[in-house]
Every structure is written in structure tokens, then in C-alpha cells.
């Protein structure tokens, strides 16, 4: 059974930092592309950040760019994402996601509060 359990979510002032992690069991986690993403309030779900599995590129939304880093460490089958200078605009559920050819796996979600 494939599982992706997210944490470090939480409350942050505009300006500061979280790290997530989403730590992945149940699959072979580097044959597949990890990626962020999130669902602010009333809105849809929308792309943070990917990490491709093949080549170890990586991927952001214009709007977390210079702001967001998107890491792998296969030896925790974990993918994090460090979250700095953050802004009201970033609050949302974060979830992660695993996907490959034949597979798609979803986390069941992290919250992020930023106060202004």
C-alpha cells in the first residue's frame, strides 16, 4: 500500500520559513517524480514544485520562484520543501505527489497558515 505523509506544516509570520516533508512508503521512490503542490482557500488546486526522478531537474510556479526549494533525499524516500520569505498568498493545504508513468499518488495534505 502506498502511503505519502506530509508534515511540518504550521502557522508562520509573512516573511518566514517552513520546511515540509513528505515522506513516501509502498513504491520504489526513485522512479518517480516527486512534486508540491496546493489548494488555498476557495481556490483550485494549483503547482508548487517538482523534482523529475530521471535527471534530478527541477520545477517551480513563477510565483515561489527565488523563494522555494524543492529537494529529494532517496535514502529517506523523503521530498521536502524549504519555504522562505513567505507571504499571505502562499497560505493553502500543501500536498505532495508522486507520479510516473503507470502511477499517481496524493498526500493527504499539510496546512500552512501565514499571518500577515
Known amino acids: 500500500q502506498v502511503q505519502l505523509v506530509e508534515s511540518g506544516g504550521g502557522l508562520v509570520q509573512t516573511g518566514g520559513s517552513l520546511r515540509l516533508s513528505c515522506t513516501a512508503s509502498?513504491?520504489?521512490?526513485?522512479?518517480?517524480?516527486m512534486a508540491w503542490f496546493r489548494q488555498p482557500p476557495g481556490k483550485d488546486r494549483e503547482f508548487v514544485a517538482s523534482h523529475i526522478h530521471k535527471d534530478g531537474s527541477t520545477y517551480y510556479a513563477d510565483s515561489v520562484k527565488g523563494r522555494f526549494t524543492i529537494s529529494r533525499d532517496i535514502a529517506k524516500n523523503t521530498v521536502y520543501l524549504q519555504m522562505n520569505k513567505l507571504k499571505p498568498e502562499d497560505a493553502a493545504v500543501y500536498y505532495c505527489?508522486?507520479?510516473?508513468?503507470?502511477?499517481?499518488?496524493w498526500g493527504q495534505g499539510t496546512q500552512v497558515t501565514v499571518s500577515s
Open positions: 509502498g513504491l520504489t521512490f526513485n522512479q518517480y517524480t
Open positions: 505527489n508522486a507520479i510516473n508513468t503507470y502511477d499517481h499518488y
